[in-house]
């Protein structure tokens, strides 16, 4: 059964993140005011973060939905989120409201004081599937399977290729 979530695991976090870095892709300078409304990083830094971070999102999305370098997307994936998480505490500490950028625009936004506990709650569920992917990164219809078998399937293999006549 964890095996089967493990695959939930993959497509939910795997999907939201594709779908978030779709969305950013064709509009780099809202990414890169979503990063600067933070007002955590140097300019130069927030505007390089702002650019890559779409493209990033994507792949990373791509390789969890594949199951490709599952441990390491996962892990990558969990970091993400802790980086959003401690963002978005940030900013709602500082009294500033924004919307988060996590899918599209960022900037100011008035309700923002309202929805921050929910993109908290949102960006600590999809860190808990990706520390599960960290954890059991071994799912079904999994890229990583063909490509490093375990050595359990290796001896399985083994074992049914001695069997036949």
């Not at 919307?99 to 004081?113: Q, Y």
Request: hydrophobic share 50%; net charge neutral.
């Amino acid at each position: 059964m964890l095996r089967w979530t493990g695959l939930a695991a993959r497509l939910v976090v795997g999907g939201v993140w594709v779908y978030a870095g779709l969305l950013k892709l064709p509009h780099p300078e809202s990414s890169v005011t979503a990063v600067r409304a933070y007002q955590l990083l140097p300019t130069g830094m927030a505007d390089t973060v702002g650019r890559v971070l779409p493209m990033l999102e994507v792949v990373l999305g791509v390789c969890l939905i594949l199951g490709l370098l599952t441990r390491f997307s996962g892990a990558l994936s969990a970091l993400l989120q802790v980086a959003f998480i401690v963002g978005i505490i940030s900013v709602w500490s500082r009294g500033i409201a924004i919307n988060c950028g996590c899918f599209g625009d960022g900037g100011p936004d008035p309700d923002a004081f309202s929805k921050y506990p929910w993109e908290i709650a949102r960006d600590v569920g999809l860190m808990a599937l990706s520390l599960l992917l960290v954890v059991r990164p071994r799912t079904p219809y999994a890229v990583d399977t063909l490509l490093f078998p375990s050595t359990h399937e290796i001896q399985k293999q083994g074992t049914d290729v001695q069997a036949e006549p």
